[in-house]
């Protein structure tokens, strides 16, 4: 009995004041065969990520555009307008976004929407690169959607590792994670569904097809590997 008693005074910690006074939450302690807490990211390696992560989303676009397809969130948006209008869809995509770095900076914090706007930059930067080293003069359709979609996924996901985001959707589905719960994935389809059906007028029946895989290729990368509690590290 003595000992269940000093095992519950560890527990529970009561207030100042008689027996009935309210006592606190639990204190949890965490087991020593737990997982270790996750250490901040350096500067250097938030750099380096954010810029890995601008590379794998414009070579994804590379494809997506060399097959005359959209996708999915803020690249997909970018791309549509790109074959309504005279300018680069690198252009267009730091356009598109400003708003949404407004928002980022409001719902999620000055550091995630500074590492956004340098993400749009490093976007904007690798993309004019892009123009003048590589040239995809033929790319299956099917080959376009599976790896350019998984490989912007890819992207997306390395910028989200490290509080980033490429602004657009992908700010409104980490907030409504972060806030909700809601997983980033599932979200981004539900949007991504409305954007392909505005590029219903604007591409082939083939090329919607092999669109909307692209972006499922996109979200499926978040549904399997951006989920909360997964990553220690931030």
């Not at 900076?105 to 749009?120: C, D, E, P, Q, W």
């Not at 976007?123 to 979609?149: E, N, W, Y």
């Not at 092999?210 to 499922?216: E, K, P, Q, T, Y």
């Amino acid at each position: 009995m003595r000992d269940r008693k000093r095992r519950t005074d560890r527990v529970f910690h009561r207030g100042a004041g008689d027996a009935s006074s309210s006592y606190e939450e639990p204190v949890l302690q965490p087991r020593e065969d737990s997982l270790p807490l996750g250490r901040p990211h350096s500067v250097a390696e938030d750099a380096y990520a954010l810029a890995i992560g601008c590379i794998l989303l414009v070579v994804g676009l590379v494809f997506l555009k060399a097959a005359g397809l959209v996708t999915g969130g803020i690249a997909g948006i970018a791309l549509l307008m790109s074959y309504l209008v005279p300018l680069p869809a690198g252009v267009l995509f730091t356009i598109i976004n400003i708003p949404f770095i407004a928002f980022a900076h409001r719902a999620m914090g000055s550091r995630f929407a500074i590492k956004t706007m340098l993400v749009n930059l490093g976007i904007a930067a690798f993309s004019g690169l892009t123009r003048v080293s590589i040239h995809v003069i033929d790319v299956h359709p099917a080959f376009a959607a599976i790896v350019g979609g998984t490989v912007i996924g890819m992207g997306i996901l390395c910028l989200a590792r490290h509080q980033a985001g490429v602004g657009g959707t992908g700010v409104v589905t980490l907030w409504l994670q972060r806030t909700r719960g809601w997983n980033a994935g599932t979200t981004q389809i539900a949007i991504d569904v409305l954007i392909l059906a505005a590029a219903i007028p604007v591409v082939s029946g083939p090329q919607l097809g092999w669109s909307i895989l692209s972006a499922v290729a996109i979200s499926l990368i978040l549904i399997a590997w951006h989920r909360p509690g997964r990553y220690i590290g931030h």
